[in-house]
């Protein structure tokens, strides 16, 4: 039986850690668990020379990227990357003894080995890959030539192990080399195209005989063993104890693990087999006297068999488990309804022992059994999943962080149920379970309150700057949850700046810290909670249940934001025709700006349906002047539209001078085109202020040729008489609209008038813009060329360039583009015009131009808006040509994303699901994915869109609660489709109830 020695190791990366106390602090746990790993692979480990010569010679030639160590389970490739963290000062992460915490550890490490400025992991570190990849990229820059930062990562766990893979780092920059533990042909679509070398591992009889004698097997026996074992270095730990005990005959050696494991699975009797089904379940080192209950066996005949089966059990302080994942791996494979069975009684002893109450304290074996308990539901099948409710109780929360210290149990309890609900269970049940684990995951986080203030203080007086600093210490603490950690965090880093004479930070973290320690929840967790109310409610307005909707507005606390969404309810009813209904909404608005909008929209639908009566005792209630104008406007505008040369007699009513000629500009540019002009021109002369005047009688000429010469006269009259700084912008829109009307000279006459600079080039720019408009591209062209600010002429080149491509003249538009100076302005230009004529039906060529813009952010944006174009036009391979070109992963995450959404909404939920698989970063990922839930909700299937639902909530719920929420609300429309209103109803108050209790 293997049993932890005492640490005789201490690697290189550990002792660095150790030599800053806060990042010791918050590694220390899970740097302590990898650590006894390492202890007890090197205790007798023999290097394999050609292996470890072949790691250094890729690590050596590589520039930066990943090296995969593929070695088939049981090869050594664990072995060999705990003597790699112990005898060199490489970063290290076991990702099955990480104790939970491994990309915490990791990043300590990567700060402690490259010496980086503020040595102090952030919160969000243990789930978002992010954090790790910017501190490997910053440790890569300071990084020479030929001196790689060298990570190495052991195999990771699983799908039996977590809740949710762990997050692995898919950017490796130059100057840092991951050295990763991989299976031959395991796909891991995600990291693979950044492998830039593969190290076999392989071992010979020669070396395997060695390892054996080294482990003081006679060599005799050590050759027969080395040569059974089908090279592996497993098998020849496990052998000779097995014979030791007589499991194995060692006449009859079987050849190879699995035949190894498979012999000694046929020699188990009933009892063996169940402690075997029980040690594969555990997740955890169990009590001897634990296990016994499990399997209902004896202490005596427990220990007796652990005795006997020697190597393959590990003994720690907390129990025994299986020592190598590849016996728990053959009895999962052998024998997986037993493993269920296993689980379910694990289920059933904690119901048992805590008397059908598990959140209750005191029972026996509490700790060990709580601890995995949401996982044995998970696993356990669908007998199990019935108590999911239970972990998804305030009760059991609470009581999770009384036994632990801390909500990270809880965190992990709630993504097993969520991955439980994302594979069979109701809707409403997925949406709760993802809601709370992202808002326990956040609330999860932690940092010593009195770190940051001072790591910033160590790092000012090392001479790094403050500014930049501070931005990333602020960054830190902003990724805490609200609370009296917080606080203190803000208190303290606030007191330091106020020593170094930084004051005004000083007193704005001082005042942030008081608001944080008022009771009640944040300004922040409320808005994010009622986002998603709103996007619940606006999911209820599309499928038609305004009433519905309005119940869930009633959870909304801001009023404004509530008045918005009951607005929409007005504005639906309105549509349908059920004006009455929409009034009882209106006048129920609390919101005072919203009431009276709402009002007006209703008084003006009162109007359009002939019932003026009751428009005018809807409008006679309105209190908001502006309101007011707008409605008298509207139907000044009907009366326009109808004929009515009087239409303007109620404007004149209005008392507000400003309001009353914006509604006397409204209605003359009506009546120009459905009465007269003469009474258009007339209207427009009643209107006082001169500026107004001036603008309405020139989008008079505009609108209505016949009449331009004289509109525009009196225009120019108007315009005389503006005073300030307006006077400039309406001279050169007067100029504009006579070039529109075929007086050029007139126009730029006009221009000239201006002071030259900057107010002549807008007048030009502005008649270049309406020469194009009337279809006249070369003298348009020419007028913006002789601008000589570039701001302007690049201005007007844009919209030249626009104006072209909207007129089906693409090509002529990329060659006016070209001429714009600014790099990231043409840029930007050549991918609106790319997305525009990919929209116009020429996908293709469209694509083939995006690929030669030079900005990279310009050229992903326009290639990604462009996929959508492309499946619509069937050319769905093209999509896929550049996404190996499009290498940073957020620009890859984003370009896929438009792909997965663009497959997913043309009725493609297959193809739209691969590529989604495909997304490195998770947000993108589960949007992707609830894209796809989307389409095939669409087509009626509904069990796969709630599945893929699952798959998006089991995506983002470890990144955090604002993530989650926002997927909630992405989702809305889906979950509409899937349940209808009452879903989204009982979902809305499931949010309630999980925010009630987490707050108070």
């Known amino acids: 039986m293997i049993a932890h020695q005492a640490f005789t190791i201490m690697p290189p990366a550990v002792a660095a850690v150790a030599e ?19 202890a007890e692979r090197c205790a007798l480990f023999v290097p394999h020379p050609v292996a470890v010569a072949q790691i250094d010679t890729a690590v050596r030639e590589s520039e930066g990227g990943i090296v995969a160590l593929e070695c088939e389970t049981g090869g050594g490739a664990t072995a060999l990357i705990c003597w790699l963290a112990a005898t060199r000062r490489w970063a290290f992460w076991l990702p099955e003894d990480d104790a939970g915490a491994g990309l915490t550890a990791l990043c300590a490490q990567v700060l402690a080995l490259s010496d980086l400025p503020i040595p102090l992991v952030p919160p969000v570190a243990a789930r978002d890959a992010l954090t790790i990849e910017r501190l490997l990229e910053e440790a890569g820059a300071k990084r020479q030539s030929g001196d790689p930062l060298v990570v190495v990562i052991g195999r990771i766990p699983d799908a039996t192990r977590t809740p949710t893979p762990p997050s692995l780092p898919v950017c490796v920059p130059p100057g ?11 796909q891991q679509p995600v990291i693979d195209e950044r492998i830039t070398a593969r190290v076999t591992l392989q071992s010979s009889e020669t070396w395997l005989t060695d390892m054996a004698a080294h482990r ?28 030791a005990t007589r499991v194995l005959d060692i006449r009859r050696l079987p050849h190879g693990l699995s035949a190894l494991h498979q012999r000694w699975w046929e020699g188990l009797d009933a009892q ?7 040690l594969a379940a555990a997740h955890h080192p169990l009590p001897v006297s634990l296990i016994a209950a499990l399997a209902a066996c004896a202490e005596d005949a427990i220990t007796r068999l652990l005795q006997r089966w020697g190597p393959l059990i590990e003994r720690t302080d907390e129990g025994v488990r299986f020592y190598h994942r590849a016996t728990r791996a053959f009895i999962m494979h052998a024998s997986p309804d037993g493993i269920a069975a296993a689980h379910a009684r694990f289920v059933e002893l904690v119901q048992t022992r805590s008397n059908g109450a598990p959140e209750r304290s005191g029972w026996q074996d509490e700790q060990t059994l709580s601890r995995e308990f949401a996982r044995h539901i998970t696993l356990g099948g669908a007998a199990t999943r019935r108590m999911i409710d239970v972990i998804v109780r305030r009760t059991w929360v609470r009581a999770q962080e009384r036994r632990t210290g801390d909500l990270s149990d809880a965190a992990n309890d709630a993504l097993w149920m969520l991955r439980a609900t994302a594979e069979d269970g109701p809707a409403l049940h997925l949406v709760r379970a993802a809601a709370l684990a992202g808002a326990l995951t956040f609330l999860s986080r932690s940092l010593p309150p009195h770190a940051p203030a001072e790591v910033f203080a160590a790092a000012v007086d090392r001479g790094q700057p403050r500014d930049a600093t501070m931005r990333r210490i602020r960054a830190m603490i902003d990724q805490l949850p609200d609370g009296r950690d ?42 994010q909670h009622e986002e998603t109310l709103v996007a619940l409610a606006r999911a209820a307005i599309g499928i038609g249940a305004p009433d519905t909707a309005l119940g869930i507005t009633t959870r909304i606390v801001h009023t404004e934001r509530r008045g918005m969404i009951e607005t929409e309810v007005v504005r639906w009813l309105i549509a349908h025709g059920r004006r009455s209904r929409a009034e009882e909404v209106a006048y129920a608005i609390s919101h005072p700006g919203n009431h009276d909008w709402a009002m007006a929209e209703v008084a003006i639908a009162h109007a359009r349906a002939g019932d003026y009566e009751r428009a005018g005792l809807v409008l006679d209630t309105l209190r908001a002047a502006t309101a007011v104008a707008w409605v008298t406007a509207e139907l000044a505008c009907d009366a326009a539209r109808r004929g009515n040369p009087r239409a303007v007699d109620r404007v004149m009513l209005l008392p507000n001078p400003a309001l009353r000629d914006r509604a006397l500009a409204q209605v003359a540019r009506v009546l120009i085109v459905q009465v007269a002009p003469e009474t258009a021109l007339e209207v427009a002369r009643m209107i006082d202020d001169h500026e107004t005047r001036a603008r309405c009688l020139i989008d008079m000429a505009l609108d209505h040729p016949p009449v331009a010469a004289q509109a ?9 008489a503006v005073e300030g700084e307006e006077r400039a912008s309406v001279i050169a829109a007067l100029a504009a609209a006579e070039a529109a ?12 008038l201006l002071p030259e600079g900057e107010e002549r080039d807008r007048a030009h720019s502005r008649i270049a813009i309406a020469l194009a408009r009337r279809g006249d591209y070369t003298t348009a062209e020419t007028v913006a060329l002789t601008i000589t600010d570039e701001d302007e002429r690049g201005w007007a080149l844009d919209e030249l360039a626009r104006i072209l491509a909207a007129n089906g003249r693409h090509r002529e538009a990329f060659a006016l583009a070209a001429q714009i100076g600014d790099d990231a302005a043409r840029a930007r230009l050549e991918a609106d015009l790319a997305i525009a004529w990919a929209r116009s039906g020429a996908a293709a060529a469209a694509h083939a131009r995006a690929g030669q813009i030079a900005v990279p952010a310009e050229r992903a944006r326009a290639q990604a808006a462009i996929a959508h174009s492309l499946v619509e036009t069937g050319a769905r391979a093209r999509v896929f040509t550049d996404i190996a070109g499009v290498l940073p992963p957020d620009t890859r995450s984003r370009y896929l994303l438009a792909a997965a959404q663009a497959l997913a909404a043309h009725g493609l939920p297959d193809d739209a699901g691969e590529v989604a698989l495909l997304i490195p970063r998770p947000l993108e990922r589960a949007r992707a994915l609830v894209a796809t839930a989307r389409a095939a909700a669409g087509t009626g299937d ?17 990144l955090g609660r604002t993530e989650t929420l926002q997927c909630i609300g992405w989702a809305s429309d889906t979950l509409a489709l899937i349940g209808g209103a009452e879903l989204l109803l009982t979902v809305a108050a499931a949010l309630d109830e999980i925010d009630a209790w987490l707050v108070n």
């Open 20 to 38: 800053y106390p806060h990042l010791q602090h918050q590694a220390h746990r899970s740097l302590t668990a990898q650590m006894r790993r390492i």
């Open 176 to 186: 840092v080399v991951v050295v990763m533990a991989t299976t031959p042909g395991e």
């Open 216 to 243: 003081s097997v006679h060599r005799r026996l050590a050759t027969v063993i080395a040569s059974r074992s089908q090279g592996s270095p497993l098998y020849v730990r496990l052998a000779p104890g097995l014979a």
């Open 272 to 278: 063996g087999r169940a402690l075997a089904h029980m």
């Open 712 to 720: 525009l006269d009196e225009a120019a009259t108007a315009a005389v």
């Open 741 to 752: 009307s075929g007086q050029f000279q007139v126009g730029m006459r006009m221009a000239a």
């Open 486 to 527: 917080k606080a203190l965090a803000l208190r303290h880093l606030g007191e330091v700046c106020y020593t170094l004479r930084m004051r005004a930070p000083a007193m704005r973290m001082l005042s942030e810290a008081l608001d944080l320690e008022a009771p009640g929840p944040t300004r922040q967790w409320r808005d």
């Open 942 to 958: 509904l069990q796969r869109a709630q599945r893929l639902l699952g798959q998006a909530f089991l995506t983002i719920a470890p």
